[in-house]
């Protein structure tokens, strides 16, 4: 017998050895080792832990052969519900109420318990033992499942406020030991450790902790920073070869099966994947935690907006149907960062009806209502690959300064081509009145077309403004989400091996000066005009121009790498609605004489703006007083690639 104490608690074990010739020239060797625990302050009772057998054969060699080879394997047998009773004083004997030997081990330790007890309860069907740790032992004891604490491996209790629980050798080399090797095998005997053959484990929300909108003490998010539990997994992911971990509810039924189950190698692929599932289980999480603490003093007072490492978590949602075009393979992702918790933005839009998302779908869905939610007023944004064709405001002077049909009419008059197959977008919630106007809507053109669109995106519907939408076309994609909080995010842009970061593009016309440059001052419908041009060049890729009248987009030039050519664009889509307009420019004019200045103001065009900078800016104003046109700068500049 040995005895060792652990508070009051003594573990004994005995062992008993036999060897015989089991068939003809092969030899058995078993080894049987009791294990119990006799606690002096439960009356003398004794619970068995584990009963193991070692079995070795190996050929009976004989002659010149012995010692030149010897062939041997171990078998670990773990008998289960074993229990031992013995008045107090006296050695424990124990009584073995069930001789089948078990499958293994499970170690369980998880923060979100949905699904464990079933789990648990299918283990134990299939024959494995179950320990587990505080909650999770409750959970699974109270739902009448076989389970004992971890203690019973490691004669330890667990202690610092459970920050050490699992943190044990008997736990790590029950979960790490390869049974492939013989001195692994061999050093576990020898500390009288058993082998862990699966493991149960997700961690602690340290993820709700920092984000559930409340302030929390910093030393209670450090609190929720799992240690024993990622410890735990990456060790059964390691060894994979021979321990299954489990971190996703949503796996615990294909597991069973595969426990279940005859077939070794779809087990082993099974195991594989599950590894990689944990390790970016942890990785995820480690994610989050090194972005808390970064924004909360880790950063030693530098500029936070850029650590010198980086790790964005990335959640699959779904595969699409493909990329831009079809032999492009594309898959669309939810940003899991801690500043995108919250944010609102299209990719946690709900989808109420339509196909399914492309991604093309994606790209330019994002764009029409990043730029709608940049709008004050009721606006409606068309967009056709990513750039704003149509925008229209509701304001006053209208019968309803809210009611945005009519902006939406307006905004589908500006490019009537370019609208047809694009996405609509609002910032205000749909009605039945102009769910009614979408759907009947005839193009400009003709007057007889019904308009056709992609997507119809707004911050939410009413339950009839819905139903009619659905109406238009089954195809017709309709979806509502929050605008998108761009005030901790970042912009990623990927090249050829790395990435671009940079704040968003947040500035409006309420952020910035406009500065009257030339000796024709706007009138109070021309600033308000040219502000409502300059909220839209900034959505428009460059080289960007618009032209804008009565909180109305006319026309607008983009991509093209020129800056006259993108105003010649402009000019041409404004048409004869153009005299009285006035025109944005991204960035500043380089040349004012027979150019993008000049063109502007001898098409009709009454005030212009633009950042100003360039070294012959007084070309641009010099131009402005001839033709008596306003001209302000803003000293803010607007690219968009």
Not at 152 to 181: C, Q, W, Y
Not at 375 to 393: D, L, M, Q, R, Y
């Amino acid at each position: 017998f040995e005895a060792k104490r652990g508070g009051r608690a003594l573990t004994r074990s005995l062992e008993v050895r036999e060897s015989r010739e089991r068939d003809e020239g092969v030899r058995e060797e078993n080894a049987y080792r009791t294990q119990w625990l006799a606690d002096n302050r439960q009356g003398g009772r004794a619970e068995v832990l584990c009963v193991r057998k070692k079995s070795r054969t190996a050929p009976v060699l004989r002659g010149k052969e012995r010692g030149q080879q010897e062939f041997f394997f171990l078998l670990w047998q773990e008998a289960g519900a074993l229990r031992a009773v013995a008045s107090e004083g006296e050695r424990a004997s124990a009584d073995r109420t069930d001789m089948g030997g078990s499958r293994g081990k499970v170690v369980v330790s998880v923060s979100d318990k949905s699904g464990v007890v079933d789990l648990a309860r299918g283990l134990v069907d299939l024959g494995y033992e179950i320990v587990s740790t505080g909650g999770s032992f409750r959970a699974i004891s109270e739902g009448g499942v076989a389970v004992s604490q971890v203690e019973s491996i490691t004669n330890f209790p667990e202690m610092l406020d459970g920050r050490v629980k699992t943190l044990h050798p008997a736990v790590h080399g029950g979960i790490l030991a390869r049974r492939d090797l013989d001195d692994h095998m061999q050093a576990m005997e020898g500390q009288n450790f058993g082998l862990i053959d699966v493991v149960i484990c997700n961690l602690y929300p340290f993820r709700a902790t920092v984000t559930g909108g409340e302030d929390i003490a910093f030393q209670d998010a450090i609190e929720k920073i799992d240690i024993g539990g990622p410890t735990l997994i990456r060790a059964a992911a390691k060894n994979h070869k021979h321990v299954t971990v489990v971190v996703d509810p949503a796996d615990y039924s294909s597991v069973l099966d595969a426990l279940s189950g005859d077939d070794a190698k779809a087990g082993e692929s099974l195991r594989t994947h599950l590894a990689w599932k944990a390790f970016q289980h942890v990785s995820s999480y480690d994610s989050n935690v090194a972005e808390w603490l970064w924004e909360n003093g880790g950063s030693k007072g530098e500029e936070t907006y850029a650590p010198p490492e980086k790790t964005v978590p990335l959640r699959l949602v779904n595969t699409l149907r493909y990329g831009e075009n079809p032999h492009q393979k594309a898959a669309f992702y939810v940003d899991d960062s801690l500043a995108e918790d919250g944010a609102g933005g299209l990719a946690l839009s709900t989808q109420h009806h339509g196909k399914e998302m492309s991604f093309n779908n994606f790209l330019d869905g994002d764009a029409a209502y990043s730029c709608v939610c940049d709008f004050v007023e009721p606006t409606c944004v068309i967009v056709k690959h990513t750039n704003p064709c149509g925008v229209a405001s509701a304001h006053e002077g209208q019968d309803d300064p809210n009611d945005l049909r009519q902006a939406y009419r307006w905004a589908v008059e500006a490019d009537p081509v370019s609208a047809f197959g694009g996405i609509v977008a609002f910032n205000r919630p749909v009605t039945a009145d102009l769910a009614r106007e979408i759907r009947e809507f005839r193009s400009p053109q003709d007057g007889e077309t019904r308009m056709f669109y992609e997507i119809v995106i707004a911050p939410g519907y009413t339950e009839e403004g819905l139903e009619i939408l659905k109406g238009k076309s089954k195809t017709l994609r309709i979806l509502e989400a929050a605008p998108h909080d761009q005030g901790n995010s970042k912009g990623l842009k990927q090249i050829g091996g790395g990435f671009i970061l940079q704040e968003h593009d947040y500035l409006t016309p309420e952020d910035i000066k406009f500065e009257v440059v030339s000796e024709k001052q706007p009138t109070k419908e021309e600033l308000e005009d040219l502000k409502f041009a300059w909220r839209c060049v900034k959505h428009v890729k460059s080289n960007a121009i618009t032209i804008a009248k009565g909180k109305r987009l006319l026309g607008m030039g983009s991509g093209q790498p020129n800056r006259v050519k993108s105003v010649e664009i402009a000019i041409e889509k404004a048409a004869d609605e153009i005299e009285g307009s006035v025109m944005a420019s991204d960035a500043f004019f380089p040349f004012a004489w027979n150019d993008s200045v000049e063109k502007a103001c001898q098409a009709g065009v009454k005030a212009i703006v633009h950042p100003g900078g360039s070294i012959r800016d007084s070309d641009a104003i010099e131009c402005c007083n001839k033709y008596n046109v306003a001209l302000l700068t803003t000293s803010v500049r607007h690219f968009k690639h």
